[in-house]
């Protein structure tokens, strides 16, 4: 496998050339089924994946048995890098929303990497910062947004890290990640049909018109582009 199939992560092919000299040897490529837990709540991490092409949902369990999510990874970042971190457990379960091919280093060869690269261990630092926003304009999202924004909201940002327009997501998964009622999702998922945004298929659906959705997208979309921007160094592709 060549080394540059890790570039096909965003966070990855930034790393300046040192970095990925270290780091890349150490990585291997691995498939990730959907519905896959990663890692759980207070459970030692195995290992960081690096996401090519799918998502992984970071969530929070309740008590009732449902999920809510707190934020996505995809080609943009990783899932599980605290782990480099001593003493780190994680603090969500994260799950495999959309199947796909990842980079991933076990623990023991990413403490050791990132003792080794000061600088790895900066962007999985600004990385995690990314991460811990976005949990926050989550939070105030679901807080505050209507059900139709926050759905156009997500949809794009899973577009974004995934770089793909075909969602094989149910609408009873994208309630549960939004932490809303099916009934609610089914009528708002009808009017951006109508409004030819969206096409719904059983399964799944398709992103068709994407400025129509950002216009629809509640602030969240473009605030966490900037910070992605801000702390990253890069924005979703146009």
Same mark, same amino acid.
């Given at each position: 496998?060549?080394?540059?199939?890790?570039?096909?992560?965003?966070?990855?092919?930034?790393?300046?050339?040192?970095?990925?000299?270290?780091?890349?040897?150490?990585?291997?490529?691995?498939?990730?089924?959907?519905?896959?837990?990663?890692?759980?709540?207070?459970?030692?991490?195995?290992?960081?994946?690096?996401?090519?092409?799918?998502?992984?949902?970071?969530?929070?369990?309740?008590?009732?048995?449902?999920?809510?999510?707190?934020?996505?990874?995809?080609?943009?970042?990783?899932?599980?890098?605290?782990?480099?971190?001593?003493?780190?457990?994680?603090?969500?379960?994260?799950?495999?929303?959309?199947?796909?091919?990842?980079?991933?280093?076990?623990?023991?060869?990413?403490?050791?990497?990132?003792?080794?690269?000061?600088?790895?261990?900066?962007?999985?630092?600004?990385?995690?910062?990314?991460?811990?926003?976005?949990?926050?304009?989550?939070? !105030?999202? #679901?807080?505050?947004?209507?059900?139709?924004?926050?759905?156009? +909201?997500?949809? %794009? @940002?899973?577009? $974004? &890290?995934?770089?793909?327009?075909?969602?094989?997501?149910?609408?009873?998964?994208?309630?549960?990640?939004?932490?809303?009622?099916?009934?609610?999702?089914?009528?708002? !998922?009808? #009017?951006?049909?109508?409004?030819?945004?969206?096409?719904?298929? +059983?399964?799944? %659906? @398709?992103?068709? $018109? &994407?400025?129509?959705?950002?216009?629809?997208?509640?602030?969240?979309?473009?605030?966490?582009?900037?910070?992605?921007?801000?702390?990253?160094?890069?924005?979703?592709?146009?």
């Amino acid at each position: 496998m060549s080394e540059d199939a890790h570039c096909a992560n965003r966070f990855l092919a930034r790393l300046c050339e040192s970095d990925q000299q270290t780091l890349f040897p150490c990585l291997g490529i691995v498939d990730l089924a959907q519905k896959t837990t990663l890692h759980d709540v207070g459970q030692p991490y195995k290992a960081a994946y690096f996401p090519h092409d799918g998502i992984i949902s970071l969530v929070v369990n309740l008590s009732t048995g449902d999920m809510v999510e707190a934020g996505t990874v995809g080609r943009d970042g990783v899932a599980g890098a605290a782990a480099a971190f001593t003493g780190a457990l994680p603090v969500n379960r994260a799950v495999v929303q959309i199947g796909g091919r990842a980079s991933a280093i076990s623990v023991d060869d990413l403490c050791a990497v990132i003792h080794r690269s000061p600088g790895l261990r900066d962007r999985i630092t600004l990385y995690q910062d990314f991460l811990l926003a976005q949990a926050q304009q989550c939070a !105030a999202c #679901n807080a505050t947004h209507p059900v139709e924004s926050r759905l156009a +909201r997500w949809l %794009l @940002r899973c577009r $974004d &890290i995934a770089d793909r327009d075909d969602l094989n997501l149910t609408q009873d998964y994208i309630a549960g990640m939004l932490g809303v009622r099916r009934t609610s999702v089914s009528a708002v !998922a009808n #009017n951006l049909r109508e409004a030819g945004l969206i096409e719904c298929r +059983r399964g799944g %659906l @398709r992103l068709l $018109d &994407i400025d129509g959705l950002r216009a629809t997208a509640c602030e969240c979309y473009e605030a966490m582009n900037e910070i992605s921007e801000a702390l990253l160094g890069y924005r979703p592709r146009p």
